[in-house]
């Protein structure tokens, strides 16, 4: 129940291609989901966070789409260049206590 | 203003040997969480303070660890007795803590090998 589960595992995409990242989750306590961008040596960044109460979030580029019934979210990577290549991370928390990640999806834009 | 930062970058020991990391958080961060990433992984949960009290401890964090964070601003985190199955990246994040401001930002991490 405290898993979360992140698909695909590796994604490689055109320049200017929509990469899309997946992530399902079994708890339904879980009530803010973010998603962070780390590189290689780095800690990771936040990118990007949604509350279950909304379906969609956008913010630049980026975009969460959020599915509370079925208990998966996603990122969208609109118009993505070859410095968005990093590994990605979905999360989960619970009142602002611990993340508990996915697996991570290795992103390579090629220009 | 200054985010979160981490010291040493990196650190090689000897099996066996003591090593302690320091994580310094965002000024006003009331919550500060240690986690552990191995290569290829997610980032995994060892513990968090809320000032100065250790909320939470997560099973991964045998007897051999120790963190604290005694005034409430920079946290700790001892390991005892390293073995090679430490050896990994440590992440620190802080957090504002109150209301409903969840957002976690992330230091640089200590890597650790452990020989």
């Not at chain 1, 589960?5 to 989750?25: D, F, H, M, T």
């Not at chain 1, 619970?94 to 508990?100: M, S, V």
């Amino acid at each position: 129940q405290q898993q979360v589960k992140q698909s695909p595992q590796s994604l490689i995409v055109q320049k200017g291609g929509i990469p899309i990242i997946n992530c399902a989750y079994e708890n339904t306590a879980f009530d803010y989901f973010p998603w962070y961008q780390q590189f290689p040596g780095k800690g990771p960044a936040l990118l990007i966070a949604i509350r279950p109460d909304v379906s969609e979030k956008k913010e630049g580029r980026f975009t969460i789409s959020f599915n509370k019934s079925a208990k998966q979210f996603s990122l969208h990577i609109m118009d993505s260049q070859p410095g968005d290549s990093a590994t990605y991370f979905c999360a989960a928390t619970y009142q602002g206590g611990k993340l508990i990640f996915g697996q991570g999806t290795e992103l390579s834009v090629k220009p | 203003d200054t985010g979160v930062s981490q010291d040493p970058r990196h650190k090689i020991t000897k099996r066996g040997q003591n090593v302690t990391f320091r994580c310094d958080p965002i000024s006003e961060h009331n919550r500060l969480y240690w986690y552990r990433q191995t290569l290829g992984q997610g980032p995994e949960f060892l513990t968090y303070f809320q000032n100065e009290a250790q909320l939470e401890k997560s099973r991964l964090l045998s007897d051999r660890f120790s963190a604290e964070r005694p005034k409430g601003s920079f946290s700790t985190l001892e390991i005892q007795r390293t073995e090679q199955g430490d050896s990994a990246m440590y992440l620190c994040a802080s957090s504002l803590g109150w209301g409903d401001v969840y957002e976690q930002y992330f230091g640089p991490g200590t890597r650790l090998t452990v020989t």
